[in-house]
């Protein structure tokens, strides 16, 4: 299977993601994926999944993957899902374990929007809501760095010293959006999202691209078209927009003459769609 891959200052993403069909983005550095909508067995080895929402286009690759994970005896992965998907999604999991007569292992964790998770050090994500027509959350992934309090930074060295041996840090988070993914949802995820238009790298559905489903039809299926990017350019502060999930009613080459000349100024350096090599 062709996948595709981007890379943005050093941080690699790979996968792919077609409306429909599937869709998995994996970040190896970090070790998760965003969705697992595909079965690939060579990407059993990655440990988090942060799911979207339970579409089979998006989820259908994890009783595979927790079974393979659990016959090659890998440590427990963590699936991270909409809060309201936990309960069912765990039926799933336990029947499917019931039908091959083996016992799955995985630690499925059910998160409301807002909640911090910490991928590894210098790094956390947090779920936000986006606007699908069923259950669904985007991902905001967070690069942290360590930096000395203001009230710290006219002491010497020894006076900072003797702060940390009394227990006060004089350093502080700061915390910067480093990539945002969408999953599927109307384009109000970046509008009402605020760290998802300051991101970095945005992973960002697009459906639709013309006519052949207009405005009106992709937000009744709580998609995004790109009119509405075009039309809300300006709102994007992302260094990167790599617009994933594309109607199988396009081909590649089509859908890279409709974001050639569709894409407005302004955006025509930062944009790019997630589709294979020779596309």
Known sequence: MLTASFEYKGTKFEGISEGGIRTSIICPSLDFMFDFGFINPDKIHIGKILLSHAHLDHSCGIPYYVSQRSLRKLPIPKIYVPKALEPKLSQILKLYSEIEEFDYECELIGLEFGDRVELKPGYFFKPL???????????????????????????????????KEKGIDPTEEIASPLVSFSGDSKIEYVLENEDV??????????????????????REWGHTHFDEIAEHASSFENEAIVLIHPSKRYSYRELNDLLRKKVPPILKDRISLFLPPKS
């Open 197 to 218: 238009r300051k991101s970095k790298i945005l992973f960002m559905e697009c459906t639709y691209y013309c006519e052949k489903r207009d405005v009106s039809r992709a």
């Open 129 to 163: 809501q986006s606007f699908h027509r069923v259950p669904s959350q985007g991902y905001t992934v967070y690069e942290t760095k360590r930096k000395l309090k203001k009230e710290f930074s006219t002491l010497s060295s020894e006076e900072i010293r003797k702060s």
